[in-house]
């Protein structure tokens, strides 16, 4: 993927390019990553990452050192995608995950992050290369609930960075984990048997 036409503006803008490229070139990877599951088509997802390196170039001098600077450009990304027609489309759905389960007690008390298990059956069916079973699963999750598998599972990001990125509370990212990874676990119940099916084929 070629990025030239931000590498320009950094010339022009008077910024000090390398302190810009040293935060953001080891961001590129992860955030295609996010932008290609968000679009489900990758000459988007590129022209969605080139937009988002350009916004951020642009508004770097705002950027305040020291704040976390990953968290910055995937909001950035997201709402870059989000005012596009795709992320448009994608705002008209409702998020129903974020309401309360069906006979929940009143009140039930959320985990603290320190006491979430991020060993999660998702990560060792990635250890085991396993990734067709797991893409499958993830293409059934509703766009929410996937955003917050690939920024909590995939990226590592802990639930405060992630409110700060998709711009809601804390307590309903940890709804949205915790149902997408049960979507998932229930998926991916009947993966080893499909995949051994396939390879026999």
């Not at 603290?112 to 998702?122: F, G, W």
Request: net charge negative; charged share 25%; aromatic share 6%.
């Amino acid at each position: 993927m070629t990025l030239l036409p931000w590498r320009r503006t950094a010339h022009e803008s008077g910024l000090e390019r390398p302190s810009f490229e040293d935060l953001a070139l080891p961001l590129l990877p992860s955030l295609y990553n996010l932008a290609n599951w968000l679009s489900r088509n990758s000459a988007d997802a590129e022209d969605l990452v080139q937009e988002t390196f350009l916004k951020a170039l642009r508004g770097f001098s705002s950027f305040e050192p020291g704040t976390n600077f990953k968290a910055w450009m995937f909001r950035i990304l997201r709402n870059t995608f989000l005012t596009s027609r795709t992320g448009l489309a994608a705002m008209r759905t409702v998020a129903m995950e974020d309401e309360p389960e069906a006979g929940a007690e009143p009140g039930a008390r959320l985990e603290p992050e320190a006491m979430i298990d991020r060993e999660t059956p998702e990560i060792h069916l990635l250890r085991l290369s396993d990734r067709a079973a797991l893409e499958n699963a993830m293409e059934e999750l509703p766009r929410p609930r996937l955003e917050v598998v690939l920024l909590c599972d995939v990226e590592g990001m802990k639930y405060k960075e992630i409110a700060s990125i998709l711009d809601v509370p804390i307590g309903t990212v940890m709804s949205r984990v915790a149902r997408a990874r049960a979507a998932l676990r229930l998926s991916l119940r009947t993966a080893p048997t499909t995949a051994i099916k396939e390879s026999r084929a």
